[in-house]
């Protein structure tokens, strides 16, 4: 066995790496740029070795940088993680060539594997069935609107060394062909330094299900079940889950034994995972092979038990797999929610800053005999920085069964507290509370679909509603008792506390009464309807759980102004509590108008603006391309909403801006 492993990774997989590493007794080393230098994985690891800058490109995939810092601590393994060097040939051939270990496949099989086109070419010689399009290489933006135009819209544009949604383009006519190719040739060759570019067709409603396989150098290989990941944005994985809701068991053993198959034809030894996308008729077609540890990897070890970071450390110390196929057994279901530095409010743009407040769920078994599971890189006070991947943590679930793991994470999100930067809590809280969802009927469109304008929130049902204003009087009550209690005021100026209220929120006014019977506090509507209410809360606590009707709520409460912030199952809104008096004169305020930025084009995330493709003077149409702005290693295209004319621009090319700073004003 390997007596220290360096991790060329960072973040959440470093972690991950390190804590299996530490339970088999192997010294671990970890690399870090400038921007990492204070980074959880850091501190985690026996040792840290500093590679250069904050950019990726001048740290994390320079191989040199890599092989320096082994020989400088004596390493003799390295586990690549996910991203960066890890499905790069050239860097497990250097390792090779020091003399140490590399934990994944052997090059020829992600030289095979790794790059889509060649991997494509390999599976359709070998009888897999594939998806059509044009496998060669495309020199430009013509070139790429006339094969998509030959192989039929909607296409999809991929980097061939792509992967985590980057380099990747849905065009559904020749002009997104165009700009599609030259925005997935830019990311690819930003991220991996290779800007290779093929056209497949897209085919429309699928699932995206793929196949997590295992191979010793023994010629073991097995198939440890599927994922079922069709729950995607911008082509990045989202929620995933094993087993999937959608696969029988004759189509599960057909898609392992191929995947095996494919695995066998190339050689391959270590985790790695076969991609498919699956229509409505279960008829399954490959799409690429994954040459490396998945992001979603904890939903296999969760059905399946196995630790597969171990396993790849075994196989890459030449062990034997000690298990068989039949050995396999997938128990329960396991679901994993990704948490993403992005503002879902604001389209999903990404968001960076420090975290103020990071308190993740209590991990391991729950008192309903469900398990959970957060894998994460980050700390309460940590940045979240603009050079990475925007992925804070992997929130997982396990239950005996679907419907029990799908309502474990739903409570799990409720009692994730993430405050100083945009994320999309909310959003997973509202995916876990669909019929849709819940009932399993997911394609890879199922966003897009589900959030036609995007997200705007949860609006609460009247039963929700209610529930919340219960929580909001409660705890106003006890901020008035609170208040009350204070020492030193004048005997005949002391407060009162009054029972009557009305609480307002989410266009909706409850008129209320709170009080105190035999069977505890309760608070009683307008329609005589009365709700026993018993809770943890005391004031500067944000995070409680009510119990409305003997039914557990898990609420983040914050007091904001007047008013009382309250977030559970998606839904955020301010609650206000009055005595029916002042509610009386509230109703007469007038509201405050927001301010009108129609005519101002402002950056909706803090990034670099790396190009600006009109001037003032110019007249633009809908849709037209306005801006680039940069962040988090995506171009993100910024149009124009209606036609207008350009009155000025406000910076320049190169600028660094934060969220809503100006970029150009209209007439």
Same mark, same amino acid.
């Given at each position: 066995?390997?007596?220290?492993?360096?991790?060329?990774?960072?973040?959440?997989?470093?972690?991950?790496?390190?804590?299996?590493?530490?339970?088999?007794?192997?010294?671990?080393?970890?690399?870090?740029?400038?921007?990492?230098?204070?980074?959880?994985?850091?501190?985690?690891?026996?040792?840290?070795?500093?590679?250069?800058?904050?950019?990726?490109?001048?740290?994390?995939?320079?191989?040199?940088?890599?092989?320096?810092?082994?020989?400088?601590?004596?390493?003799?393994?390295?586990?690549?993680?996910?991203?960066?060097?890890?499905?790069?040939?050239?860097?497990?051939?250097?390792?090779?060539?020091?003399?140490?270990?590399?934990?994944?496949?052997?090059?020829?099989?992600?030289?095979?594997?790794?790059?889509?086109?060649?991997?494509?070419?390999?599976?359709?010689?070998?009888?897999?069935?594939?998806?059509?399009?044009?496998?060669?290489?495309?020199?430009?933006?013509?070139?790429?609107?006339?094969?998509?135009?030959?192989?039929?819209?909607?296409?999809?544009?991929?980097?061939?060394?792509?992967?985590?949604?980057?380099?990747?383009?849905?065009?559904?006519?020749?002009?997104?062909?165009?700009?599609?190719?030259?925005?997935?040739?830019?990311?690819?060759?930003?991220?991996?330094?290779?800007?290779?570019?093929?056209?497949?067709?897209?085919?429309?409603?699928?699932?995206?299900?793929?196949?997590?396989?295992?191979?010793?150098?023994?010629?073991?290989?097995?198939?440890?079940?599927?994922?079922?990941?069709?729950?995607?944005?911008?082509?990045?994985?989202?929620?995933?889950?094993?087993?999937?809701?959608?696969?029988?068991?004759?189509?599960?053993?057909?898609?392992?034994?191929?995947?095996? *198959?494919?695995?066998? %034809?190339? !050689?391959?030894?270590? #985790?790695?995972? $076969? @991609?498919?996308?699956?229509? =409505?008729?279960?008829? +399954?077609?490959?799409?690429?092979?994954?040459?490396?540890?998945?992001?979603?990897?904890?939903?296999?070890?969760?059905?399946?038990?196995?630790?597969?970071?171990?396993?790849?450390?075994?196989?890459?110390?030449?062990?034997?797999?000690?298990?068989?196929?039949?050995?396999?057994?997938?128990?329960?279901?396991?679901?994993?929610?990704?948490?993403?530095?992005?503002?879902?409010?604001?389209?999903?743009?990404?968001?960076?800053?420090?975290?103020?407040?990071?308190?993740?769920?209590?991990?391991?078994?729950?008192?309903?005999?469900?398990?959970?599971?957060?894998?994460?890189?980050?700390?309460?006070?940590?940045?979240?920085?603009?050079?990475?991947?925007?992925?804070? *943590?992997?929130?997982? %679930?396990? !239950?005996?069964?679907? #419907?029990?793991? $799908? @309502?474990?994470?739903?409570? =799990?999100?409720?009692? +994730?507290?993430?405050?100083?930067?945009?994320?999309?809590?909310?959003?997973?809280?509202a995916v876990m509370q669909q019929e849709r969802f819940r009932e399993g009927r997911l394609t890879t469109a199922y966003i897009a679909e589900e959030f036609t304008d995007g997200f705007q929130g949860v609006t609460p049902d009247d039963a929700s509603a209610m529930k919340l204003a219960a929580v909001a009087v409660t705890v106003n009550q006890a901020l008035q008792e609170r208040a009350s209690q204070i020492s030193g005021t004048i005997g005949n100026h002391r407060r009162i506390v009054g029972h009557g209220w009305v609480a307002s929120l989410a266009e909706r006014e409850f008129q209320m009464t709170s009080g105190v019977s035999a069977d505890g506090a309760y608070v009683r509507f307008a329609d005589?309807?009365?709700?026993?209410?018993?809770?943890?809360? $005391?004031?500067?606590?944000?995070? =409680?759980?009510?119990?409305?009707?003997?039914?557990?709520?898990?609420?983040?409460?914050?007091?904001?102004?007047?008013?009382?912030?309250?977030?559970?199952?998606?839904?955020?809104?301010?609650?206000?509590?009055?005595?029916?008096?002042?509610?009386?004169?509230?109703?007469?305020?007038?509201?405050?108008?927001?301010?009108?930025?129609?005519?101002?084009?402002?950056?909706?995330?803090?990034?670099?603006?790396?190009?600006?493709?009109?001037?003032?003077?110019?007249?633009?149409?809908?849709?037209?391309?306005?801006?680039?702005?940069?962040?988090?290693?995506?171009?993100?295209?910024?149009?124009?909403?209606?036609?207008?004319?350009?009155?000025?621009?406000?910076?320049?090319?190169?600028?660094?801006?934060?969220?809503?700073?100006?970029?150009?004003?209209?007439?």
């Amino acid at each position: 066995m390997f007596k220290k492993i360096l991790i060329a990774n960072r973040g959440e997989i470093a972690c991950r790496v390190i804590r299996t590493a530490k339970k088999l007794g192997i010294a671990t080393v970890a690399v870090y740029s400038d921007a990492d230098r204070d980074a959880m994985h850091v501190r985690l690891a026996d040792e840290a070795v500093h590679i250069g800058p904050s950019p990726s490109s001048q740290s994390y995939i320079v191989i040199d940088k890599i092989l320096e810092a082994i020989r400088k601590t004596g390493a003799d393994a390295v586990h690549p993680g996910y991203g960066f060097l890890s499905e790069n040939a050239a860097f497990a051939e250097a390792l090779e060539k020091e003399g140490v270990a590399f934990i994944g496949p052997p090059v020829k099989a992600i030289e095979a594997m790794g790059d889509k086109i060649t991997s494509k070419k390999l599976a359709a010689k070998a009888g897999v069935s594939t998806v059509p399009g044009h496998m060669g290489l495309i020199e430009d933006a013509d070139e790429a609107a006339r094969i998509a135009s030959s192989i039929g819209f909607p296409v999809m544009i991929k980097a061939s060394a792509g992967g985590g949604g980057k380099g990747m383009r849905i065009a559904w006519n020749e002009r997104e062909a165009r700009e599609g190719f030259q925005s997935s040739k830019n990311e690819a060759k930003s991220s991996f330094g290779d800007d290779r570019i093929f056209i497949e067709k897209f085919v429309t409603e699928p699932r995206h299900i793929e196949i997590q396989v295992l191979g010793d150098k023994h010629g073991n290989t097995l198939y440890l079940g599927e994922r079922e990941c069709s729950i995607q944005r911008r082509n990045q994985k989202v929620i995933e889950e094993a087993p999937s809701p959608f696969l029988d068991e004759t189509t599960r053993r057909a898609m392992g034994e191929q995947a095996v *198959a494919l695995a066998k %034809a190339v !050689g391959y030894h270590s #985790a790695g995972t $076969v @991609e498919f996308i699956v229509d =409505a008729e279960r008829n +399954f077609y490959f799409l690429e092979m994954n040459t490396r540890l998945q992001v979603e990897h904890p939903v296999t070890e969760l059905v399946t038990g196995l630790d597969l970071v171990e396993q790849m450390i075994r196989v890459a110390a030449g062990e034997k797999l000690s298990f068989t196929q039949d050995d396999v057994k997938l128990e329960g279901w396991a679901i994993e929610s990704r948490l993403y530095a992005e503002d879902p409010y604001r389209n999903f743009l990404p968001s960076i800053g420090r975290l103020t407040r990071y308190r993740p769920p209590e991990e391991g078994r729950q008192d309903d005999d469900t398990v959970i599971r957060n894998d994460t890189g980050v700390f309460e006070g940590g940045e979240i920085s603009m050079y990475y991947d925007p992925m804070i *943590a992997k929130l997982c %679930a396990w !239950g005996p069964d679907r #419907a029990q793991a $799908v @309502e474990a994470m739903a409570k =799990a999100l409720d009692a +994730f507290e993430v405050e100083g930067i945009g994320h999309n809590l909310p959003f997973l809280s509202a995916v876990m509370q669909q019929e849709r969802f819940r009932e399993g009927r997911l394609t890879t469109a199922y966003i897009a679909e589900e959030f036609t304008d995007g997200f705007q929130g949860v609006t609460p049902d009247d039963a929700s509603a209610m529930k919340l204003a219960a929580v909001a009087v409660t705890v106003n009550q006890a901020l008035q008792e609170r208040a009350s209690q204070i020492s030193g005021t004048i005997g005949n100026h002391r407060r009162i506390v009054g029972h009557g209220w009305v609480a307002s929120l989410a266009e909706r006014e409850f008129q209320m009464t709170s009080g105190v019977s035999a069977d505890g506090a309760y608070v009683r509507f307008a329609d005589e309807r009365a709700i026993s209410v018993a809770s943890d809360w $005391v004031p500067g606590r944000t995070l =409680a759980t009510f119990n409305i009707d003997n039914q557990p709520m898990t609420v983040k409460v914050d007091l904001v102004g007047t008013g009382i912030r309250l977030r559970w199952r998606g839904i955020d809104v301010v609650a206000r509590v009055r005595s029916p008096r002042v509610a009386e004169l509230a109703r007469l305020m007038p509201k405050k108008l927001p301010p009108d930025t129609s005519k101002m084009l402002l950056c909706p995330m803090p990034g670099v603006v790396t190009s600006i493709t009109v001037k003032a003077g110019d007249t633009v149409e809908a849709g037209q391309s306005l801006a680039v702005v940069e962040a988090m290693k995506m171009e993100n295209i910024l149009r124009a909403e209606k036609r207008a004319t350009v009155k000025r621009v406000a910076i320049a090319a190169g600028a660094s801006l934060a969220v809503d700073e100006l970029i150009m004003e209209f007439e």
